[in-house]
């Protein structure tokens, strides 16, 4: 079985440690982890996770945050992988700071980023993975709050909130969605 997981983020160096690249930091935590490298290739570095009988693609686009549907779609079309084995990661401002959301579908609540997934794919009949980061920012700020890095106290319990989004996005692939949901939504 083939599952493709995009985690969301901006390419660059100024993003690498911020709020809205939490998508990026998940996939190379787990590429760290299985010691597997990511790889460039078109719209996005990429790398093959085999798990449990899965082949689990990784895909980091290099596409910058809101056309994010470019890389997905590509990838999508490319590796033959369908709505409901891809599974995108982002950060979200109505979730408290690491929570998990799990959902096979929803709306773009906002995000630029999963809005034009939507527009590039075809509809809101997908699965992601949300991850929360808080709304600690004043009213019309929300932009320079996504781009920010972490607090000092987030980060002291990011990377355990970093591998709760890990096991459950490797048992949506080898459990399914109802399972991870079960699992893992805060």
């Not at 056309?67 to 401002?93: C, E, F």
């Not at 794919?121 to 980061?133: A, E, K, S």
């Not at 920012?137 to 320079?144: C, L």
Request: proline letters at 4%; aromatic letters at 10%; hydrophobic letters at 35%.
């Amino acid at each position: 079985m083939k599952y493709l997981i995009i985690g969301l983020g901006n390419p660059g160096v100024e993003y690498e440690l911020t709020r809205h690249n939490i998508g990026f930091l998940i996939l190379d935590r787990l590429a760290e982890q299985k010691k597997i490298a990511f790889q460039q290739g078109r719209y996005g570095n990429w790398t093959l996770l085999k798990y449990r009988g899965r082949s689990i693609y990784l895909l980091k686009p290099t596409t910058f945050m809101n056309l994010s549907g470019r890389a997905v779609h590509y990838w999508m079309q490319d590796l033959k992988v369908t709505k409901p084995n891809t599974l995108v990661i982002t950060d979200d401002l109505a979730l408290p700071y690491g929570k998990l959301r799990m959902r096979p579908k929803g709306s773009a609540g906002g995000h630029n980023g999963l809005k034009n997934i939507e527009e590039l794919i075809g509809g809101q009949d997908y699965p992601r993975l949300r991850f929360g980061v808080g709304d600690n920012f004043n009213p019309g700020r929300q932009i320079d709050y996504v781009l920010s890095t972490f607090s000092q106290k987030e980060i002291e319990t990011l990377v355990s909130e970093i591998d709760s989004a890990i096991d459950s996005l490797l048992t949506f692939c080898t459990q399914g969605i109802e399972n991870a949901m079960n699992q893992f939504n805060g």
